[in-house]
Nanobody, 114 residues
Framework: QVQLVESGGGLVQPGGSLRLSCAASGFTFRNFGMSWYRQAPGKERELVATITSTGDTTNYSDSMKGRFTISRDNAKNTVYLQMNKLKPEDTAVYYC???????WGQGTQVTVSS
């Protein structure tokens, strides 16, 4: 059974940082690109960042560029999202997504508030 388990979310002040993790199991993690998405209340789910299977290439949505970094450790079957300079508008549930096999994690809540 494919499993994607996010962790690392929580409450942080504006300007702060969080590091999200997504632990994968049930498939050959190193063969698949991975993405982070987020969904805020009343808004569509949006793509945050994508990383290729080897980690050679990363892509970011414009609003996250320069603040967020996606990375992966294939030996640990884990993908990460480092989030810096967080803003209230970053508040959302963040989801890990395995490409091709099209599987989602349950999500982790990130709240940016003073």
């Amino acid at each position: 059974q494919v499993q994607l388990v996010e962790s690392g979310g929580g409450l942080v002040q504006p300007g702060g940082s969080l590091r999200l993790s997504c632990a994968a199991s049930g498939f050959t993690f190193r063969n698949f690109g991975m993405s982070w998405y987020r969904q805020a209340p009343g808004k569509e789910r949006e793509l945050v960042a994508t990383i290729t299977s080897t980690g050679d290439t990363t892509n970011y949505s414009d609003s996250m560029k320069g603040r967020f970094t996606i990375s992966r450790d294939n030996a640990k079957n884990t993908v990460y999202l480092q989030m810096n300079k967080l803003k209230p508008e970053d508040t959302a549930v963040y989801y890990c997504y395995a490409r091709i096999i099209r599987r989602w994690g349950q999500g982790t809540q990130v709240t940016v508030s003073s």
